[in-house]
């Protein structure tokens, strides 16, 4: 008899875990050479903690009561307990904070999507520094944290995690549309989301601008026009491809203005990490300037994780189609 573990969770055998560790410990020194301290976190918060992420971040998959009633959850991810530790057991600390993490988060997965509800995830939140600079510093110490792993081929996606939203604003779309318009970006189906838009009968340039913009991916050219409402955000785009040619990590980006992660937390710039041997993301992460506000001082805050097993598994393509 077969006895079955619960949907969305695997089981990790000796050889497997073996080649894991390899790859967290690369990751792991990385962060460190950076100067980011580690950090653990406990496995259990207050479900009231996990909420004030908002979005997927906020939505605990796991739920559990204490001995005094209190509902706790298993983290839906690292970045909203470090949000917690920032502004509590760092109140007041002066200068930029470099904390790095390897732990494993539980999220919400739909049935049958083969997605993972319990991952091991790896990554670096950088506090107290604001704008490019910050942004370009996590996407350097990622590039060369995947290179360290055992990946050649790897490329980072970067997009404005806040672009489109203000655009369904600045155009005037019905408030009730926005969460539909959304999804279709974060599912990619750039079919749906054209339908969507047309069923709001917008006039024709600014249903053009809807539909049109989402799809420029590419290089610095995809910035190039940049009147009116998405003006403001492709400038910070500018500037942090400027930043990221300076640390020599350009030819690995891929400007993206339809990227959009489903973490309420993010207000500017956000990342996806690809690797072309396999067909998903190995990680992402973005600006958080509002979150560690939420539990305390706010701070300007970045950063970026990876999953440790897809990182595997790109891995081991890689080395099958050489």
Do not use: N
């Amino acid at each position: 008899m077969i006895h079955q573990i619960p949907a969305g969770t695997r089981d990790v055998l000796p050889d497997e875990m073996r080649e894991l560790r390899a790859i967290e410990e690369r990751l792991r020194s990385t962060f460190a050479d950076a100067g980011y301290g580690e950090v653990w976190t406990p496995t259990v918060e207050y479900e009231q903690v996990l909420a004030a992420g908002g979005g997927e971040a906020g939505a605990a998959a796991f739920r559990m009561f204490d001995d005094q009633g209190k509902v706790l959850a298993l983290r839906s991810d690292m970045t909203v307990p470090i949000a917690r530790v920032a502004a509590t057991r760092f109140a007041g600390a002066d200068g930029p904070l470099r904390l790095c993490y390897s732990a494993h988060a539980h999220r919400v997965v739909g049935q049958r999507t083969g997605q993972q509800r319990e991952f091991l995830q790896s990554g670096i939140e950088l506090i107290g520094v604001p704008g490019t600079e910050g942004e370009a510093e996590v996407l350097g110490i990622a590039v060369d944290a995947l290179a360290a792993a055992g990946l050649a081929r790897h490329r980072v996606g970067v997009g404005d995690g806040g672009l489109y939203r203000r655009l369904l604003a600045a155009l005037e779309v019905p408030a009730q549309r926005h969460r539909e318009l959304l999804d279709c970006l974060t599912r990619r189906d750039l079919v749906a989301l054209e339908l969507a838009v047309d069923e709001l009968g917008l006039a024709a340039d600014a249903r053009d601008l809807l539909v049109e913009l989402p799809q420029r991916r590419g290089g610095p050219e995809v910035l190039d026009r940049g009147a009116g409402p998405a003006g403001e955000a492709l400038d910070r785009l500018r500037d942090l491809y400027g930043d990221l040619e300076r640390r020599g990590i350009a030819e690995r980006v891929i400007l993206d203005l339809g990227l959009v992660r489903d973490l309420g937390y993010y207000t500017g710039a956000v990342f996806e990490l690809y690797d072309p041997a396999v067909g998903f993301a190995l990680g992402g992460g973005g600006r958080y300037d509002e979150l560690i506000g939420r539990f305390g001082a706010p701070r300007p805050a970045c950063g970026i994780a990876l999953d440790v097993q897809r990182v595997h598994i790109a891995q081991t393509a890689e080395e099958q189609q050489s």
